[in-house]
């Protein structure tokens, strides 16, 4: 399985847009890129997911790096309620998932 | 979307106890995980649970300490066995239907003494 690597903090104020960029170099073709987030006291949500290109849904976008060795994911407009540990992984579809550290992103009012 | 319930949300236990963590979906899924979090660090992936199959283990994990049943399609159980201090955690399943994406329940925090 490919190992991720993301920043391990972020800071932003409501209503900024944050970009948590996630590389995975070895990323093998059979695998698709999934983004969750964790909130305290909760267990994990489900954002987005890609394989390749550009992907939008109504909480966020992820934009994919043509070799996908790098992946971008945008949240527009945080708010304190986007708060929350940033999870990028990178699997074959219908696995487990194999969580790394993750990115904490904190907002500020 | 699914809805995962687990049942309790905490529990305290003594050592060398066994206890049984349940969780169930709102609809049938295809596969059922476990996964295990200690306190600030990420979840780490226990087992996979199939229907009418035996539950496949990661590294790290056995059937022995973690026997895990399936026996429907919205039902999983966990038991942790000879309960350690060092099992004091968070339990999450979680689900994925035919989609991509998994579902995950509210976790029980467990304490052993």
């Known amino acids: 399985l490919a190992k991720t690597t993301q920043p391990p903090s972020m800071e932003a104020y409501e209503g900024q847009e944050v970009n948590v960029s996630c590389s995975h170099t070895n990323i093998a073709t059979s695998e698709y890129i999934y983004w969750y987030r964790q909130v305290p006291h909760q267990g994990p949500q489900f954002i987005i997911q890609g394989y390749k290109d550009y992907v939008v849904n109504e909480v966020a976008s992820l934009f994919i790096s043509a070799d996908r060795k790098l992946s971008t994911l945008s949240l527009p407009w945080v708010s304190l309620r986007d708060a929350a540990v940033y999870y990028c992984?990178?699997?074959?579809?219908?696995?487990?998932?194999?969580f790394g550290l993750g990115t904490r992103v904190s907002v500020f009012p | 979307s699914v809805l995962l319930y687990q049942k309790p949300n905490r529990d305290i236990c003594q050592s060398g106890t066994s206890l049984k963590i349940q969780c169930v979906a709102d609809?049938?899924?295809?596969?059922m995980f476990w996964y295990q979090q200690f306190q600030e660090q990420s979840l780490m992936l226990m087992a996979t649970a199939n229907e009418g199959s035996e539950a496949t283990y990661e590294s790290g994990f056995t059937k022995d300490k973690f026997p895990i049943s399936r026996p429907n399609l919205t039902f999983s159980t966990l038991t942790v066995n000879n309960a350690r201090p060092g099992d004091s955690s968070i339990y999450f399943c979680s689900s994925r239907t035919g989609g991509y994406e998994q579902y995950f329940g509210p976790g029980t925090r467990l304490t052993v003494l």
């Open positions: 992984i990178v699997t074959p579809q219908a696995q487990g998932l194999t």
């Open positions: 609809s049938q899924v295809v596969s």
